[in-house]
């Protein structure tokens, strides 16, 4: 499976961006997926992750209220809906596909297949 990440780009502090993750080689249907993002000079850390057949999501306490997380399995297609964004939101995003069970979706070693990771800039 090949995982394209999109979207990115130099948004104001309050704007909105729309991240989108497109799979090829294979369905994704079958596939935890989660996105990641990584600050640059720091390590990835885990921003949220949804079901195999969306009925859960999951996110981290510092995205939590801001950003949704959808997926379109008939597409096969993951959306990170990013509102409200602050500067320390800056960071490049990756979105991944794995097998976790949903407990673990936020441990980046348990996902297989990365995307190249798109960079989303928040000036203040």
């Known amino acids: 499976v090949q995982l394209q990440a999109s979207g990115g780009g130099l948004v104001q502090a309050g704007d909105s961006l729309r991240l989108s993750c497109a799979a090829s080689g294979g369905s994704l249907r079958s596939y935890v997926m989660g996105w990641f993002r990584q600050p640059s000079g720091k390590e990835r850390k885990f921003v949220g992750a949804?079901?195999?057949?969306?009925?859960?999501?999951n996110y981290a306490d510092s995205v939590k209220g801001r950003f949704t997380i959808s997926r379109d399995n008939s597409k096969n297609t993951v959306n990170l809906q990013m509102n409200n964004l602050k500067p320390e939101d800056t960071a490049v995003y990756y979105c991944?596909?794995?097998?976790?069970?949903?407990?673990?979706?936020?441990?980046?070693?348990?996902?297989?297949?990365w995307g190249q990771g798109t960079q989303v800039t928040v000036s203040s």
């Open positions: 949804v079901s195999r057949n969306s009925g859960g999501t």
């Open positions: 991944a596909a794995g097998t976790s069970a949903w407990g673990s979706a936020y441990l980046d070693r348990l996902y297989y297949y």
